[in-house]
């Protein structure tokens, strides 16, 4: 029993090898046209649209918003006002300040004119001193001879005396209304006082408005009309106009992505299509997720909603006219190629044939010789070209 058993064995191994023999003698190699066309190598990741300079403004004060002129996603100038706190009491010290401002500025503007008064008043009593001196040297001579009497002298005398002190009075006033003078350095520290007041009562009231602090667009008012806030909390989220995307490559592809390489970015959600540019490449890699981060400036100004998902597709090498043969062809020299086919590795010969290159896919252990005119391989992710010279 087991004799036969062993024969039926062998007699289907018999056949089995000849059928091998026969399909091996019978088969004939594969060919594949090689034919020119364009290469891209690209790039897939996904990614976010994020704004330039975005910061988070808060409130200085607390307070009841009752007034929102900002409205979410429009742009503002520079200082346009975007939401402001009830503020009156702060309004009113405000206008007391200028109050106060302009008394002290009109009481400085005062010092002038009281200037002049003096000036004339201290010229005139100098004038009259001098002439009071006069008539006083004329009448001690006169009174040496006897030509006036001693009272004369004596009331002369007094009126001089009158008149000097006088004289002392009006220069007093005269030099205190000059500049370093006492009045006027008294006037001018008042219009510097009120003048800090009113600058201390517009920030206080500044504090309770939000202004745009660039040219920019508000993307998110976090309170609504009438809501009670309190200091130091989120009032609105602000940024340029201008838009980029933040994107995660995986790190296998450091090498290839570089500054100014052209990036297509779609939205998701959506088929619109926008070209941006490589901004620059993080140089740190992220070891947790194994990525590394690129920045891509749009290259037309847009603005797209904030975090708004999107898949980019970065080109990091273009060829033109380029024969191609797929990836599963791996480079053994010059003149050949090998196939990895079911597991069995078959030798490519490259030949050309009236200016068109064909792929013979032989079986393993023919030996032929060719001449590919191969100039060099690049390597890409999904195919690899062969650069020949073209006839």
Known sequence: MNKKKYIIIGVMAAVLLVIFLI????????????????????????????????????YQKSGTINDIVAVEGQSYLKDQKILSLEHSEEKNSLQNAKLQLRSA???????????????????AVKASKENVSLLLERNLALFE??????????DIELRLAEISSQEVM?????????????????????????????????????KKILYAPFDGIVLEISDNLFSN????????VYAE??????????????????????????????????????????????RTRGTVRVRIDLTDEKVLTTDTGVNIEIIVNEYTDEYIIPKQFLLENPSRITIKQNGRAKIVEIFENDKAYLVELFDDGLKHDGNSNLIREKVYEKQIALTVSAE
């Open 145 to 154: 001879i006897g030509g006036v009497s001693g009272t004369a002298i004596e």
């Open 105 to 123: 500025e009109s009481d400085f503007a005062d010092i002038n004119r009281r200037l002049e008064i003096a000036k004339a008043q201290y010229d």
């Open 23 to 58: 399909s091996s003698m019978g088969a004939e190699p594969e060919k594949r046209m090689l034919e020119k066309t364009d290469v891209t190598e690209t790039i897939a990741a996904s990614g976010r649209v994020e704004a330039g300079n975005r910061i988070n403004m808060t």
């Open 170 to 206: 009006a220069r007093l006033e005269y030099q205190g209304l000059l500049p370093g003078g006492m009045a006027r350095e008294r006037a001018q520290i008042a219009v510097e006082n009120a003048r800090n007041t009113v600058e201390r009562a517009e920030l206080e009231k500044d």
């Open 229 to 236: 806030v309190t200091a130091g909390q989120t009032a609105v």
């Open 241 to 286: 106009e201008e838009s980029f995307i933040i994107a995660d490559i995986d790190e296998r592809d450091y090498q290839k992505v570089m500054a100014g390489q052209q990036v297509f970015v779609q939205l998701i959600n959506s088929n619109q299509i926008i070209e941006g540019r490589v901004r620059d490449v993080s140089p740190k890699i992220d």
